[in-house]
């Protein structure tokens, strides 16, 4: 009787020590150093290869990646609203004409067609360092299966998804769907694969974040500002408090973060690409950089 009672309170612990650490490893972390767009400095951009050699590097906590939606409604994982001539080659490996790159928008392909696409393989002159892996782009669904797997697999800790919806007003039907049904496609993959608790939607387009807001109450936003306005500018914009207010590092102003702590908001900066700059966000106690360099935040 007594071994049994031992029994039942060791799994009375262990499942309250599990929970713990469950309800710790969904905590947003102190300060989230981000791989921008999976780290392209290193590796091809908005990839499941960049996404898992960033989550190798267990001083990143957030993956950062970009949005678009298809023709036939698959929500894929790229940041330009059509194929780049910079980084990418046709299915047979020829170059893509700069003249004819707009032609090859995403929102107007089926996946099974962008995905014939390569990355990886033609040398990015931006990112001289990034390594040539031949890969393409990637539907949100697989990433997220892929990142997930990895850190089962690992037993690495939980790492949080920085999701941005790639849209805009003079966009709407032609580069993207309007931002409530782009929303939709994307919080239902969210949802679906089980990574709402530990997922911030990023946009610079304030409707998309409105809808998401009010749809969605509990879903972690960051509105992508630009600094041509104040702090209280953009929330009165906005219409409400996001969780993150984010800003370019180029013309940032320090004052944003005593404003913003001082609303309970979140400041989180990008693109900051040399350890010195990091270092100094840092002292001034910014929440979270995005960098094209996961490297960077090693010691």
């Known amino acids: 009787m007594k071994l049994t009672g031992w029994i039942v309170s060791l799994i009375f612990f262990t499942l309250t020590l599990n ?8 905590e947003y972390p102190a300060f989230s150093a981000e791989a921008h767009r999976g780290g392209r400095g290193l590796m091809p951009e908005n990839t499941i290869p960049a996404m898992l050699s960033a989550l190798k590097n267990t001083d990143i906590s957030t993956l950062e990646m970009d949005t678009h939606i298809t023709k036939d409604g698959e929500v894929v994982v790229t940041h330009d609203d059509y194929l780049s001539s910079e ?4 299915p047979d490996g020829s170059e893509i004409d700069k003249t004819e790159a707009k032609k090859y928008v995403i929102y107007q392909m089926d996946y099974k067609s962008l995905k014939q696409f390569i990355i990886g393989s033609k040398h990015y002159r931006a990112f001289p360092q990034q390594q040539k892996v031949k890969t393409y782009i990637p539907r949100l669904a697989d990433l997220i299966d892929s990142i997930q797997y990895a850190i089962k697999s690992t037993g690495r800790k939980q790492c949080f998804y920085d999701i941005e919806i790639k849209s805009s007003e003079k966009g709407d039907d032609i580069f993207h769907p309007k931002p409530e049904k782009f929303a939709e496609l ?5 949802q ?11 946009s610079f387009d304030k409707r998309a974040l409105q809808f998401v807001h009010k749809k969605y109450p509990s879903v972690k936003i ?10 209280e500018e953009h929330i009165a914009d906005l219409g409400f408090k996001p969780f993150i207010i984010g800003s370019s ?5 320090p004052d944003i973060i005593k404003k913003a702590h001082a609303d309970g908001v979140k400041v989180l900066t990008a693109t900051v690409n040399t350890k010195e700059e990091i270092e100094k966000l840092r002292a001034l106690k910014i929440d979270g950089i995005m960098t094209d360099y996961p490297n960077l935040f090693q010691n």
């Open 19 to 26: 929970k713990s650490e469950r309800k710790r490893n969904l």
């Open 87 to 90: 980084f990418m080659l046709r």
């Open 186 to 190: 994307l919080l239902s993959v969210i």
């Open 192 to 202: 679906k694969k089980g990574i709402l608790p530990f997922t911030v939607i990023q």
């Open 222 to 231: 960051s509105y992508l500002a630009n600094n041509d306005k104040t702090y």
């Open 249 to 253: 590092y180029k013309g940032f102003n």
